[in-house]
């Protein structure tokens, strides 16, 4: 079966897994998602069956929205509260204003470091996989946007915070920077992603349904980067056999479209036509 699922991810399943049972409850061969959800964490995750798995290398990376628990006083080993304590420290009291102010210095372009248990690849080993034996190794900075940040105390120790981030942030480890500004020790005690470009939760559905006989119905189109602008084609006796076309510059790369259907990501060579990069249909 060919279909975007806009899935409501439950806690206590990996990505992997959860785009795996997409796949078996449709019979389906091939499986895949658009970006990796902690185990823990809840909330949407795009899953592409069949054709549109092709789809994974242009879906939108940025504006994912998060909202996210944590307490201070306490770090662990995997910056969230499931990890082991590595220390702890009595929390202050901090005023709302002393709170938002905190957020500000946040806001914008930075650079962050991936935590140890993580799946970011390194020499070809996932972190967490070190982690896991003991083995801390050193981090590559990688940069990140954060476009919309503020938090708000919720409880005597428990606070809420709202993220709309890049691709490839760690709301935890944002978290911990976060609290590290106030002379704080923190850790994650839930997380849940509440959209991604376009898409949003309310417009996910639960494995449950899908195993009841619920059709998702995702639009391809949703998901797409926007930075790949969609140029309506019909050219299609070029497409559907690769040669390249000519035609006015639209940018660096666009994905051709025929009433409405994906069909292929095109790239302006210098020879001045628009050459085949993937076929997507």
């Known amino acids: 079966m060919d279909a975007v ?32 959800l902690d185990p823990n964490a809840t ?4 899953v592409l069956l069949g054709k549109y798995t092709k789809l994974v290398p242009y879906c939108a990376g940025d504006h994912k ?22 220390e702890e420290r009595e929390p ?10 905190a957020c500000l210095p946040l806001i914008g372009e930075s650079v962050q470091i991936p935590p140890m248990y993580s799946a970011v690849k390194q020499n070809g080993r996932k972190l967490y996989e070190l982690a896991r034996k003991g083995v801390t190794v050193e981090r590559k900075e990688r940069k990140i946007t954060v476009e919309e940040l503020s938090v708000k105390q919720t409880g005597e120790n428990s606070y809420h915070m709202h993220a709309v981030v ?32 376009n898409v949003t ?23 797409l980067d926007p930075k790949y602008p969609l140029v309506e084609t019909d050219r299609t006796d070029l497409i559907y056999t690769g040669r390249a076309i000519k035609m006015p510059d639209c940018g660096e790369q666009v994905i ?6 994906i069909l292929a990501a095109y790239g302006l060579q210098e020879d001045g036509l628009y050459h085949c990069l993937r076929g997507l249909f």
């Open 5 to 36: 699922v806009f899935l409501n991810k439950p806690a206590g399943m990996s990505s992997f897994q959860a785009a795996a049972k997409c796949r078996r409850i449709f019979s389906e061969k091939k499986a895949g998602h658009t970006g990796t």
């Open 43 to 46: 909330g949407l995750l795009v």
């Open 65 to 86: 929205t998060y909202e996210a628990d944590f307490c201070f006083g306490k770090a662990t080993d995997t910056e969230d509260i499931w990890g082991t304590v590595t």
């Open 92 to 101: 202050r009291v901090h005023t709302a204003e002393e709170l938002e102010a």
């Open 166 to 197: 890049s691709g490839g942030t760690y709301i935890r480890t944002l978290i911990c920077d976060y609290a590290s500004s106030l002379g704080e020790l923190a850790c994650m005690t839930a997380l849940v992603r509440t959209g991604i470009g």
């Open 201 to 223: 939760l309310d417009q996910a559905c639960t494995l449950e349904q899908l195993a009841e006989g619920y059709i998702p119905e995702g639009d391809p189109k949703m998901i």
């Open 256 to 261: 051709f479209t025929h009433e409405g259907e």
